[in-house]
DNA sequence: ATTTTCGAGATTTTT
DNA sequence: TCTCGAAAAT
């Protein structure tokens, strides 16, 4: 009796996951139980039986590539209109902000600002403070303004119409420089009308508050609102849900608290399992028959899951016969570990006729990459590197798109990075010049340059050259598309010809495959694509970095491999140090780490093969297998290469420092100073050599181990040495 | 005045 | 191994 011919294809937890339309209800979606299959399942059945408008129905998730996926197989059930209704979080603020921004005193053309924005942004504000980057490292300043942000306060600030754009305060001692730091930061973006990442959904949510009519408008349209991922959501995605669905009430909301990897950048699990006592009537569903991973790499998940102290009981069951079982691998060297997966790989794919794709190389952070593209490619095994947002930050690609976002914007950032690229002869001093004209008759710099480039303080450079490129370029912008904007751009300007000119092959491959990638954005368009929507939708594409080339083995970080699923997964670098990362340091990091360990297993579904590597860190300590090798019970797996027993004796230290409840009572750090001799549950006996400004760490070199490490003061295992 | 070179420092995860 | 900033060279 069911309404469809597909339903078939569910069980029952599923399809009564599919066929709950109304009020608040949550699932619980193990690995691999089919999470992907309700949610497009839902959306077809909301259009096509209950005769709901594609228009009232909205899917978010975090991801392009999750959301892209959705996209693709909603559009096989229902055809092609029917794409819209799948989106990311900052995709959907960006179409909200394109209609509603105006509300906030800012412009409808808006900049977006991915990270290399951000820093080049900063890099311009430190020249004019005079602060050094060495002193505010951009990513640590990026990381709180980011935080200083989420109180949403600023909004108000950066849109008020008297927001005064000057120059930030600078010369004298300012009392706290950070804060200057990001009141500067504040000036710039609105000076520029930009918004980072952080900005789309605050400005959002800051609309939703301030203009009621907005806000009514947004919920009148959202009628179903289904969100994947829950379990990710940050305060303001929740907020934003909440508030979308706030009319109608029908919130549907799909995750596995187990699988919660983004707790820094504010992913709060709470929401997900709090969420039956925020709202009446919660219908809660649990999926836990997993059809993606064979029972013995379910059992090594589940074994390892469990060490987990927080975390709400469930277990898997499997569904498919196993195939392997779960494979360890100790290598001597990093070196070594490449080559035995390379090796696995081709022995593997000859023996039983697989492809080079039905593998995939998961790793815990983008450096590990190396040593196994080496490997890879001494063996000859072909790949692609998935390496998020490294593809749009390759320099050629932001000089590319910095083209073009001058000819759409005027901007003073895409000006500054391209007016001397290829090199014309204009340099600090002309730029000088430019800057001191802006200001003083309140013009863009691209303006200020239109308007002297033939001043004799420009001869002998190649501006007129560069204006003329830019002008040319202008008149063609509304009549041809993008691809080909991009093609004359380059050429005109020079930039082209000194690419060609350099040697560097990966640099000419990047710029051919983000013209190709244009081609393919205005093919999936469908219509002609004006530049500026081009722009404000690559500015959030990160992660379609690279097209699979062939039939390659896929190399990507474990975090850019969710939601994905692969026959054949090798997870490498299991080592102390790297997974888990060294800068976890509490419990509760390291149960985040576990859980990192537990989205990758899960991702396989033939074979799971897990190797780590002796070496030396960065610090000079040696390294020694992780100990999430030994959480998983030792009869669920076999090892492939002996290790030494003394290795795991120091793996269990390490566990010892972040893995037991509570650290001895120690003494108070207060007693530590400059010269103290300290003790380190690992690292053994050291001196103090320095304490930070904000005692926040000492600084202390250990006996046995080459170079001094920064420990953290909060940290209770360091305590004075009796000796 | 601009470009090149050289050395030091940094390395989680990403929308 | 790669990136960034300051000094040297053109």
Request: hydrophobic share 40%.
């Amino acid at each position: 009796m069911d309404p469809v011919p597909w339903m078939e294809k569910l069980n029952d937890a599923q399809k009564e996951a599919v066929q709950a339309t109304e009020g608040y209800v949550r699932v619980i979606a193990g690995a691999g139980s089919g999470k992907t299959r309700v949610l497009t399942y839902r959306l077809a059945y909301l259009v096509t039986v209950l005769g709901i408008l594609p228009e009232n129905i909205l899917s978010v998730t975090f991801t392009n590539k999750a959301a892209g996926e959705m996209r693709r197989r909603i559009r096989d059930l229902l055809g092609e209109n029917s794409a819209a209704l799948v989106n990311t979080f900052h995709g959907f603020c960006v179409t909200i902000l394109r209609e509603e921004i105006h509300h906030l005193f800012y412009p409808n053309r808006f900049l977006i600002l991915d990270v290399e924005d951000q820093k080049a942004l900063l890099r311009e504000l430190y020249g004019e403070m005079g602060i050094s980057a060495r002193d505010f490292s951009y990513s640590e300043i990026l990381h709180e303004i980011s935080s200083r942000k989420s109180n949403g306060l600023y909004v108000a600030t950066v849109c008020d119409p008297a927001f005064q754009a000057g120059p930030p305060p600078s010369g004298g001692e300012v009392p706290d420089k950070r804060a200057a730091i990001f009141s500067g930061y504040l000036a710039k973006q609105r000076k520029l009308y930009a918004l980072d990442f952080d900005d789309l959904i605050q400005f959002v949510l800051h609309l939703f508050l301030t203009v009621p009519e907005v806000l009514a408008k947004w919920q009148e349209r959202i009628q179903y609102l289904q969100v994947d991922e829950f379990q990710d959501v940050s305060s303001r995605d929740y907020e934003l849900a909440c508030l979308l669905s706030g009319k109608y009430g029908n919130l549907f909301v799909v995750g596995d608290p187990d699988q919660t990897i983004y707790s820094w950048r504010g992913a709060n699990i709470r929401y997900i399992n709090e969420f039956d006592r925020e709202f009446p009537n919660v219908r809660t569903i649990v999926l836990d028959r997993n059809y993606r991973s064979s029972p013995s790499i379910l059992s090594v998940s589940n074994s390892l899951i469990r060490h987990n102290v927080n975390r709400i009981e469930k277990q898997l069951v499997p569904v498919r016969q196993s195939v392997f079982r779960v494979l360890h691998h100790h290598a001597r060297t990093a070196k070594e570990e490449g080559w035995w997966i390379a090796r696995k790989i081709l022995s593997l794919r000859e023996q039983f006729g697989l492809e080079f794709s039905d593998f995939a190389v998961l790793y815990r952070a983008n450096y590990v990459s190396r040593v196994i593209e080496e490997a890879f490619v001494r063996n000859k095994v072909p790949y692609t590197l998935y390496n998020g947002t490294e593809f749009y930050s390759r320099a050629e690609i932001k000089d590319c798109l910095s083209y073009l976002r001058l000819l759409a914007f005027h901007d003073d950032l895409s000006f500054l990075r391209v007016v001397n690229l290829p090199s014309r002869g204009i340099g600090k001093t002309r730029i000088a010049f430019l800057k001191e004209y802006a200001a003083k008759n309140g013009t863009t710099l691209f303006e200020a340059f239109r308007r002297n480039g033939s001043d004799r303080i420009f001869a002998r450079t190649g501006a007129s050259e560069f204006l003329d490129a830019i002008a040319e370029g202008e008149r063609l912008v509304d009549h041809v598309p993008v691809s080909d904007l991009l093609d004359f751009l380059l050429k005109k300007t020079g930039y082209e010809a000194e690419l060609l000119a350099g040697g560097d092959d990966d640099r000419k491959n990047n710029v051919a495959e983000l013209k190709e990638s244009i081609d393919d954005f205005e093919k999936d368009a469908g219509e002609p694509t004006t530049l500026a929507d081009y722009l404000s939708r690559i500015a959030l594409f990160t992660d379609l970095s690279r097209r699979e080339r062939g039939d390659s083995v896929k190399l990507m970080t474990i975090h850019a491999a969710k939601g994905l699923e692969f026959p054949y997964v090798f997870v490498c670098a299991m080592n102390e140090g790297i997974f888990p990362s060294q800068r976890s340091r509490d419990r509760r990091d390291i149960e985040e780490e576990r859980r990192i360990a537990y989205v990758a297993f899960t991702r396989a579904e033939d074979g799971l093969f897990l190797t780590d590597a002796e070496g030396i860190n960065f610090d000079g300590s040696p390294r020694v297998p992780s100990r999430f090798l030994l959480n998983i019970d030792a009869e669920l797996y076999d090892h492939d290469g002996r290790i030494d027993p003394a290795l795991w004796n120091v793996t269990r230290q390490y566990e010892k420092v972040t893995d037991w409840d509570e650290t001895p009572e120690a003494e108070a750090p207060e007693a530590i100073g400059v010269k103290s001799r300290v003790r380190h549950p690992v690292f053994g006996n050291g001196t103090v050599l320095g304490v930070s400004p904000d005692r926040r760490f000492f600084t202390v070199k250990f006996d046995a181990i080459p170079l001094p490490k920064n420990i953290s003061s909060d940290f209770r295992g360091l305590t004075l040495a009796e000796e």
